[in-house]
């Protein structure tokens, strides 16, 4: 279920301003420094509302976090639950411009949970998994850097386990049921 544009949303959502980095291509190569401490970054694209992210940073202390979505609304909506968590940033960015917000190798692991499949073949292209977003994770990435996949949708699947290979990626970890 699609969440509904949000009325006034570019004023609310300045609101978040710091937990949300709006000027983020400044923070390329300087990601560390903005989280104060030299702990790895892990990446989710996609995070809509940020229950995972959210979930990951509190557990998880020792990790900085930045979340990566498209939306104004759903970035808003994910703001409002993840105010004060301090390993946490977020990036109101589409994620084909990455390379414009990140240095090579600043990345440590790159979640991808349950994307939009873009069942069409004429939008493969906009597919996470696609050649050329499988170029700029490889940029991202550290030398024994991590993208994470999860997706229930088999024909998505299907697809990515294809553009991996052919890439090069090496799989750790496969699984038909998660």
């Given at each position: 279920m699609r969440l509904r544009r949000i009325k006034n949303i570019e004023e609310k959502i300045k609101k978040y301003e710091g937990l949300i980095?709006?000027?983020?291509?400044?923070?390329?190569?300087?990601?560390?420094?903005?989280?104060?401490?030299?702990?790895?970054?892990?990446?989710e694209i996609g995070m809509g509302k940020g229950k995972f992210i959210l979930k990951h940073a509190m557990t998880n202390p020792d990790i900085n976090y930045i979340g990566c979505e498209i939306s104004d609304s759903v970035i808003y909506k994910a703001a409002?639950?993840?105010?004060?968590?301090s390993n946490l940033l977020m990036i109101n960015k589409d994620a084909s411009l990455l390379n414009d917000i990140f240095?090579?190798?600043?990345?440590?692991?790159?979640?991808?949970?349950?994307?939009?499949?873009w069942p069409k073949s004429r939008h493969a292209k906009r597919r996470l998994t696609s050649e050329s977003f499988l170029s700029i994770y490889k940029k991202l990435l550290g030398v024994d850097?991590?993208?994470?996949?999860?997706?229930?949708?088999?024909?998505?699947?299907?697809?990515?386990?294809?553009?991996?290979n052919e890439a090069g990626w090496v799989f750790e970890e496969l699984s038909l049921d998660l």
């Open positions: 980095v709006f000027d983020c291509e400044n923070n390329k190569g300087k990601w560390k420094k903005s989280f104060g401490n030299d702990n790895p970054i892990y990446l409002e639950k993840a105010e004060g968590v240095e090579e190798k600043e990345i440590s692991k790159i979640f991808l949970n349950f994307s939009d499949p850097g991590v993208v994470e996949m999860k997706t229930d949708n088999r024909k998505l699947f299907e697809y990515s386990l294809t553009k991996f």
